[in-house]
């Protein structure tokens, strides 16, 4: 008995778009991770990319729960001696509200070429519209 591995024609990419209003970060980005990786079709593989496209809108007016939006701190590195910068999940939902679910989606994906092709798959944008409407994305409830 074989096993049969779609190709990489074989895959069908659909469009998703996401109202990410009251919504969960984590709940969130594990189900967008889900959709990227195409976990949820049955001709998975997880050393293919077989997932859809996903747009989020409202990216602002995401929640987070507890005291996230105080105690929970994002850290990265410039390179340089004494170049650690900190920003609190509260701060960086004020400003850069669509790298906060980036952040979270990126965590859960592969940590390697795979994955960051993946990331590609993934538009998100602070209002609520956005300018893939000729790709007809369907409405996905979460």
């Not at 976990?39 to 989020?56: E, N, S, T």
């Not at 092709?117 to 993934?122: C, T």
Request: proline share 5%; net charge positive; glycine share 8%.
């Amino acid at each position: 008995m074989k096993t049969s591995y779609a190709k990489k024609e074989d895959v069908a990419r659909d469009w998703y778009v996401v109202d990410a209003q009251d919504k969960i970060l984590g709940r969130l980005a594990s189900e967008i991770a889900t959709r990227l990786r195409g976990k949820h079709k049955p001709l998975y593989a997880p050393f293919m990319d077989a997932g859809d496209f996903v747009i989020v809108v409202n990216a602002e007016k995401i929640s987070l729960t507890g005291k996230k939006l105080t105690d929970k701190v994002y850290y990265h590195h410039s390179g340089y001696p004494g170049g650690l910068k900190a920003v609190t999940a509260g701060k960086l939902l004020q400003e850069k509200p669509e790298e906060l679910l980036r952040t979270a989606v990126k965590g859960m994906l592969p940590k390697n070429t795979l994955g960051r092709a993946m990331l590609k798959k993934l538009k998100i944008y602070r209002g609520g519209d956005h300018p893939h409407e000729a790709q007809c994305p369907r409405v996905l409830d979460l």
